[in-house]
């Protein structure tokens, strides 16, 4: 009998908290140990997440008291800035679980293995420390990484979210009274996730996010410059070279839509539109924030972590 490991959740009030529990209940080999929110404290998770069919109830836990579940694996869905404590509560009680951080907080540490395993993977060599991939960062870095060693100036990223992004707590970027007929561009130069893809593919890139009416789902639209002129179909020809062995990395001849991809695993990437001279090439990049650009990636790394096949409960 193949063995199953325990996994618990802190931060599950949230989108992604949802989603991972979702992807947990459908895997053969992984199972909630507990699920940790302040605000559904006491409360069922089943009446919150129907696909989850357990008894487990939503508990308000201290970072000492996570600890002590000593799960085999511990995914922080919290906002930036509050992983550490419970890092620190972990490594107190000298306990060894695998840690995949979803903020940002651990995405510039080199202790830390980067979570992008269709990138990323070669450079895992058993790190119990994983750092998720912010979801915007994602999608560019999937964008840009075929073309990255033939760039003559840096990518302009023109990026779209869904508002399901900015999280449950309220804000004007989730309103959606406040974003209906509307467009929200914000924090327009040296955004996080700018920062973040500079220093994952050893180039600048320079980003502009907005926030759009619907729910869930991300448009990133990349302006690429090259040093020699190409043909749209070695583009092309490319990108599919690059993500053949790729399931979650689907590559489109059309700019691909974001309705189709809200709900699905796997990124889009298409359009690849070439301009007059055949130096300046724009490609657009689909992905669903909460699963690609969040819990998908997670249940990969925890698969890659723990030896399972990397798409079990994805797939």
Known sequence: MKETKTLGIVGARGHTGAELIRLVARHPRLELAFVSSRELDGQRV???????????????LAPEAVAAKRADAVVLALPNGKAAEFVAAIDALKADPVIVDLSADYRFDEAWYYGLPELTRTRYAG?????????????????IAPLKDRLAAPPACFGVSGYSGAGTTPSDRN??????????PYALVDHLHEREVTRQLGLPVEF???VAPHFRGITMTVNLWLTQAAKRDDILARYREFYANEPLVRIVDEAPWVSAIAGKHHAEIG???VAPGGKRVVVVATLDNLLKGAATQAMQNLNLAFGFDELSAIQ
């Open 175 to 184: 309103d959606p009274d406040k974003l209906r007929d509307n467009l929200m």
């Open 127 to 143: 790190q119990k420390r994983i750092s998720n991939p912010g979801c915007y960062a994602t999608a560019m870095q999937l964008a």
């Open 271 to 273: 359009g690849f539109a």
């Open 208 to 210: 502009m996010p907005h």
């Open 46 to 60: 089943h009446d919150h997440v129907p696909d989850y069919d357990g008894v487990l109830r939503y508990e308000n």
